[in-house]
């Protein structure tokens, strides 16, 4: 299993924006496909955003398409959740996840990852 740890979590308010992420310990993070992930209380998992291992492509939830973006920095060994323009409705806990090393593509059920972080709490205010 992979370590990963959320960074940058917080509260704003409505229209803010906040900036998460995603380190990994021991492993070079550029050899999986990740995700980020959310959860609000009460409801399942849900997928947000991912990026894949080869050629970075990403993909996203249509609930944040256009706001959200998510990118590699591959000499930080790190993945970030750029949220923009952020709507009470974002309000979670974010995970970031990674899938097998062997699995190239981003993945959209939470089962379809291996590894997870502990999660990092949103709040957005209205």
């Known amino acids: 299993q992979v370590q990963l740890v959320e960074s940058g979590g917080g509260s704003v308010q409505a229209g803010g924006s906040l900036r998460l992420s995603c380190a990994a310990s021991?492993?070079?993070?550029?050899?999986?496909?990740t995700g980020w992930f959310r959860q609000a209380p009460g409801q399942e998992r849900e997928f947000v955003a991912g990026?894949?291992?080869?050629?970075?492509?990403?993909d996203y939830a249509d609930s944040v398409k256009g706001r959200f973006t998510i990118s590699r920095d591959n000499a930080k060994n790190t993945v970030t959740l750029q949220m923009n323009s952020l709507k009470p409705e974002d309000t979670a806990d974010y995970y970031c996840?990674?899938?097998?090393?062997?699995?190239?593509?981003?993945?959209?059920?939470?089962?379809?990852?291996?590894?997870w972080g502990q999660g990092t709490q949103v709040t957005v205010s209205s």
């Open positions: 996840a990674v899938r097998s090393a062997a699995m190239t593509f981003i993945g959209y059920t939470a089962r379809s990852y291996d590894s």
């Open positions: 021991g492993r070079t993070l550029s050899n999986y496909a």
């Open positions: 990026i894949s291992k080869i050629g970075g492509t990403t």
